[in-house]
């Protein structure tokens, strides 16, 4: 069993939706949690961090963690086709944060 | 701001041969990282270097050695590419608190025939 499980999709919206991605994981030392976005042919680059439960909010993104459920949630909101690309989370745990353990990613497009 | 440079971008590779791939950041991070992207297996850790002067092992060390030359520059090698190595590979640094997270290069494809 992997460390992290994500939903490959691809997931496909139209523009101006909610959309909801997510990760579960087993390891319940996980505390540090990450979302990345990746366009085609490019490395990833870091959206959201948060660390150990609880929400946070960036613009028209959101980040969740619910630690009881072992259950991490990113929320898009008015979603751009600029938002089309793969997101990845990512998690470590504390006393060994030098290894993150990533979910497979999942492909998001939002049509015009 | 050049951030994490990867080089080469792109190398096709005959069974059996080596190479290096170079990674460099000007960000004055203490950790950099190399990990492999495969489709449906999403990334997964190499190698790692705390800080300079050390290095680790990740998930998939096999077939690989490493070289943090530098606080700046960190290289993967492959001694002798097996067509399982086809990939594409990543470099990342971060800060060293796992407080900002990583920042990645733009990738390597390697394909080994």
């Known amino acids: 069993q992997k460390e992290v499980e994500q939903d490959p999709g691809p997931l496909s919206v139209p523009e101006g939706a909610i959309v909801s991605l997510n990760c579960t994981y087993s390891?319940?030392?996980?505390?540090?949690f990450m979302w990345y976005r990746q366009y085609s042919r490019k490395g990833p680059e870091l959206l959201m961090y948060?660390?150990?439960?609880g929400n946070k909010e960036d613009g028209r993104f959101t980040a969740q963690v619910d630690k009881s459920s072992k259950y991490i949630s990113l929320f898009i909101r008015d979603s751009q086709p600029s938002d089309s690309a793969t997101y990845l989370c990512?998690?470590?745990?504390?006393?060994?944060?030098?290894?993150?353990?990533f979910g497979s990613g999942t492909k998001l497009n939002v049509k015009p | 701001n050049a951030g994490v440079t990867q080089t080469p971008k792109f190398q096709v590779l005959k069974t059996g041969q080596s190479m290096t791939l170079q990674c460099a950041q000007d960000?004055?991070?203490?950790?950099m990282y190399w990990y492999r992207q495969d489709p449906g297996m999403g990334l997964r850790l190499i190698y790692y270097?705390?800080?300079?002067?050390?290095?680790d092992k990740g998930e998939v060390p096999n077939g690989y050695n490493v070289s943090r030359l530098n606080k700046r520059e960190f290289s993967l090698r492959l001694e002798s590419a097996a067509p399982s190595q086809t990939s594409v590979y990543f470099c990342?640094?971060?800060?060293?608190?796992?407080?900002?997270?990583?920042?990645f290069g733009s990738g390597t494809r390697l394909t080994v025939v």
């Open positions: 990342a640094s971060e800060e060293g608190t796992a407080n900002y997270g990583y920042t």
């Open positions: 990512a998690m470590s745990e504390v006393d060994n944060f030098n290894k993150f353990y």
């Open positions: 270097s705390a800080s300079e002067g050390t290095t």
């Open positions: 948060t660390y150990s439960s």
């Open positions: 390891n319940s030392a996980f505390q540090y």
């Open positions: 960000m004055n991070h203490n950790s």
